[in-house]
């Protein structure tokens, strides 16, 4: 029996693509609630680079065919990273996400927890007949770890004692785990190869890891219009990223300040921080190491086969690591 062509690239158009995505989601935050759907809503439409449903389809050239269990896979991922951001900006108390309220400051903190729930129980049902068991398994081992990076963040909060170890580690469960189950799963949904599926899960957490690294940098570098938030709000939160604990690590003085941060600490202490860091050249070297994971995810894809898919695929993450926004 003949097996299906690998996808062409050239029948792969990524706008087309994702307004498929965008209208499958929008048919999946629809509730007999109406004030789930509105929350819900609210969070689809305030936008988003939809990068995991990208990242679905650009796998799945690398495999047999671009099925409806692609799409779904698709669909469900950015339904449960949506639902990733609900909660988290209750755990924040952020106001703002993407230049709007944030779901609990519209409504409140109980509506924002049960839209994020719902967000999530709507992506589990999404592919629900997916009748392949590891993509079930691969999913909600996936959640469970980032729930653990959730709860790790949380217990992170104004920890002066941290490594950058915990913070990779913390960032692999909060972040790449859901980039680098996109592009896993996309192979597995398109009847890849298992080296395939192995080297395109690898490229997932490189790339994962290199955009949260760039999202940490960008919270220092970056402008409040651009990114819907105040400049600094990690580090406001209480999360010590990259460029904090490269800083830390070189320079006494300002660890023993970021050691004395608290929830309550003033404005003035915070933005002196946030300065400091700015003008460090601790963001040129979390920009490197940045670029290392993205040359690692770059040098996989040249390992994978299908010419003509690798071109789209490479400028996307080139994309990725280079964003401003």
Known sequence: MNQ???????????????KKIEKQLEQSIKSNDKILESASYHLF????KRVRPAFVILSSQFGKERNEKVYRVAVALELIHMATLVHDDVIDKSDKRRGSLTIAKKWDQNTAILTGNFLLARGLEHISNVEDNRVHNVISNAIVEVCMGELYQFQDQFNGNQTITNYLRRINRKTALLIQLSTEVGAIASGADAKTIHNLK????YIGMSFQIVDDLLDFTSTEKKLGKPVGSDLMNG?????VLLEMKKNEEFKSLIQQLNANSSQETFDYCINHV???N???QAQA???KYLDKALYLIDQLENEDSKPLFKKLIKKVGKRNV
């Open 4 to 18: 299906p062509k690998v996808i062409s690239v050239a029948k792969l158009n990524m706008n087309s693509e994702i």
């Open 45 to 48: 439409s305030s936008g988003g």
């Open 202 to 205: 690898m490229i997932g957490h």
């Open 239 to 243: 999360h010590l990223t990259l460029p």
């Open 278 to 280: 700015k003008n460090s």
């Open 282 to 284: 601790v963001i040129q």
């Open 289 to 291: 190491i940045s670029d």
